[in-house]
């Protein structure tokens, strides 16, 4: 579990960042590009906000879930 205090923020990371951290986790969330997306710009606003707020909700419960086993590292990063 990563402490609130050393948590990335995710909020202040592009969506690029974002897919990047989701690609390297193995979570699956398939954010919508401008295509599937309605082309008012308000609406893709909300929506791509709505996206983005899932997004993080994902990352902060893949964070939160994280267990490191300490003897399953190497030695010499142990001392």
Known sequence: MTK???ALAYGECTDA???SFIK???LHFHFKSSQDLDSRGLEF???RS???K???RSLRHAD????LQFFDLPPEMRN
Request: glycine residues 4%; hydrophobic residues 30%.
């Open 4 to 6: 609130t205090r050393y």
């Open 17 to 19: 960042e974002l897919r």
């Open 24 to 26: 390297s986790r193995g």
């Open 45 to 47: 606003h909300i929506k």
């Open 50 to 52: 709505q996206n983005r």
């Open 54 to 56: 899932a997004a993080i």
């Open 64 to 67: 939160a879930q994280a267990n």
